[in-house]
């Protein structure tokens, strides 16, 4: 299949207010548009320049803070403090679907995209969720294999064993040292088959939690076969169609495969529609985008990783002040926050550029926001 010839369903740049969207997209984006605005595809990981937004800014209805139930100085003196590091470039917190604070710092703007690096995770995991609603994908049971054969062929048994499960819960047992093993594979003409041809360090897989990208490509790569879409196409006529957001960028492999939870753009009002989608229960103007059950299931602690955080399908779960908080987690601090208890959304952007920003995410959302709460 030729990715790049490739379109799908959405028009370029269009928004709608935060309620308002059918299920599908009927119009078309094009996704080679979308990679070539950087030309990248031969590093793993893109040197994350800022992209402007093509269209017209995403709308989002807004509120006073003490209008949904803040302090509004004590949010403010935490959005304050945040806003110091010279990384950041926006603070958004939306409560009850309005926007109650919107910072932007350093340069950032409304309609600037950074790289949401491994925040985009728990976007593969929403597509995955839909793939199997679809019937694209059975079950997260199904084993890899059956989606790429050709990666199987050295009949290795444990490997075959891999299920779609085990990409979703870092759990599939093939060796990787993050922010090590990517330098390696990027070298490689195919980097899936190099992915998958790791050696098994954990015999059967699903045993033990090992963060890796490396599995999250894999997973765009059983996207693109399971659907006959590429993963871009799919994402944007099945997720982000229906809530009105398009990718400013996103970035690929040399076979075209689209990049699985890193190299991708999306302004931070578009990132908190989705975690605004997520608060809803998959539901947007009252159809169904995600499964609300796929989204029970995503925030099931599936592993434990250290004392404070545990991990679902591609996102990261802890508790704060006796708050459940889902966390869409990148490099340098690009997080998507979702608290249900609480119907509060929070973004934060960073420009990595020059390097990784480094604050106390937990601290912010406990201190600033959750105690802001009245």
Not at 41 to 63: I, K, Q
Not at 102 to 111: F, K, L, P, Q, S
Not at 124 to 130: F, P, R
């Amino acid at each position: 299949m030729n990715v790049r010839s490739l379109y799908l369903a959405l028009a370029i740049g269009a928004v709608i207010a935060l309620t308002g969207a059918p299920a599908h997209s009927d119009a078309a984006v094009d996704c080679e548009a979308i990679y070539q605005r950087a030309g990248h595809g031969e590093t793993f990981y893109e040197y994350n320049p800022t992209y402007v937004d093509r269209g017209v800014v995403f709308d989002w209805p807004e509120a006073k803070p003490e209008d949904e139930g803040f302090n509004a100085a004590v949010l403010a003196q935490a959005v304050d403090q945040l806003v110091v590091s010279p990384m950041v470039r926006s603070v958004l917190v939306a409560r009850h679907g309005k926007l109650v604070a919107e910072r932007y710092a350093h340069g950032g703007t409304v309609d600037r995209a950074n790289n949401m690096h491994s925040a985009s995770k728990s976007i593969l995991s929403a597509l995955v969720g839909i793939a199997i609603r679809e019937g694209h994908i059975a079950s997260v049971d199904e084993k890899v294999a059956a989606f790429l054969p050709e990666h199987f062929a050295d009949g290795n048994n444990a490997r075959g064993q891999i299920t779609v499960a085990h990409l979703l819960t870092m759990s599939a047992g093939l060796a990787w040292s993050e922010d090590v093993t990517e330098y390696q594979i990027e070298g490689e003409d195919d980097w899936v088959y190099a992915i998958l041809a790791r050696p098994m360090v954990a015999n059967p897989p699903g045993q033990t939690f090992d963060y890796s990208t490396g599995l999250t490509h894999v997973l765009s790569a059983v996207l693109t076969s399971a659907t006959g879409m590429s993963t871009c196409a799919f994402a944007h006529q099945y997720l982000f169609g229906p809530i009105r957001i398009t990718a400013e960028h996103w970035g690929r492999d040399p076979q075209g495969i689209y990049s699985g939870g890193y190299n991708l753009y999306m302004t931070p009002r578009e990132m908190a529609a989705f975690g605004q989608l997520y608060l809803q229960g998959g539901r947007w103007q009252g159809v169904e985008v995600v499964p609300g059950d796929w989204i029970n299931r995503s925030f099931q602690r599936h592993f434990q990783t250290d004392d404070d955080h545990h991990y679902g399908y591609l996102w990261w779960l802890r508790d704060l002040d006796s708050h459940a908080v889902a966390i869409a987690w990148g490099w340098g601090d690009q997080i998507i926050a979702v608290m249900p208890s609480l119907a509060i959304v929070v973004v934060v952007t960073t420009d990595t550029a020059g390097g990784a920003a480094d604050f106390d995410v937990a601290g912010f959302l406990r201190d600033g926001v959750i105690a802001a709460v009245e």
